[in-house]
């Protein structure tokens, strides 16, 4: 990666699109894929793939394309899925559940080793072979299995509250599926999953149509 020029949000936001779809490829068998047949299955110009990879490193050969697995065994790297990542998971309803149960995670490195609620209820109870603990519990579990990332799938009332117990316990990345807005110190990044945010953005396409 270059030093230090700053990469482009999109460019970032891109680089997983650009994974999938070339894990795609490879499980098709296809060997060589061109700047412009990658970009339009992603749906960006072929210059701007060239541009984006391009922030990594020199991957594509000129008038042949990018080797299918070299580009993405680069990409596993830069996006640190050839790391495996323990998670923990904040939340054991619904949505909690249907995570745990989520084998998609797996593939790309990524485990939930411990599941943690405040209903004794839950408590206790397993889930995929994971057995729900409290949430007193999670200073012990984040040290002994060195997890850095959570995942808040508790109501939004609750989710401020259960953010500043993960943040206290040197958790960097939250994955927050409670509708609410939760606030982080600077180096705690947060990625808001809101499904009704995405209903209404289509819900507004059909109504616009009307
Ligand atoms: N169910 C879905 O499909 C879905 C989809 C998108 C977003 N969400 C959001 O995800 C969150 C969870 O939804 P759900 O349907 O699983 O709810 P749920 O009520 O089934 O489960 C929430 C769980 O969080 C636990 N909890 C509450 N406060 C807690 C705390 N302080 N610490 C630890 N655990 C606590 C509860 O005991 C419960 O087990 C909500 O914010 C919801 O809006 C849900």
Request: charged share 25%.
């Amino acid at each position: 990666m270059k030093g230090k020029i700053a990469i482009p949000r999109t460019t970032i936001e891109r680089l997983p699109l650009y994974y999938r779809c070339l894990a795609k490829l490879d499980k098709m068998d296809i060997e060589v894929i061109s700047s412009k047949e990658l970009g339009e299955r992603i749906g960006v110009p072929s210059t701007q793939v060239r541009k984006d990879l391009s922030y990594y490193g020199e991957f594509g050969r000129r008038g042949v394309g990018y080797e299918v697995k070299l580009l993405l065994k680069n990409l596993e790297r830069i996006l640190g899925l050839n790391n495996h990542w323990p998670i923990v998971l904040v939340g054991a309803g619904n949505l909690g559940r249907a995570l745990v149960n989520y084998e998609g995670f797996r593939k790309l490195g990524l485990e939930i080793k411990a599941v943690l609620d405040t209903d004794l209820n839950k408590i206790g109870n397993s889930i995929s072979g994971i057995t729900v603990q409290s949430i007193k519990n999670l200073k012990e579990v984040v040290e002994k299995y060195n997890i850095k990332m959570g995942i808040i799938a508790v109501p939004a009332a609750s989710a401020q509250q259960v953010a500043d117990q993960l943040v206290s316990v040197g958790i960097k990345a939250i994955w927050n599926f409670a509708p609410t807005r939760i606030i982080v110190p600077e180096d705690v990044k947060v990625k808001n999953e809101d499904l009704s945010v995405g209903i209404i953005g289509l819900v507004y396409h059909l109504a616009r149509n009307e």
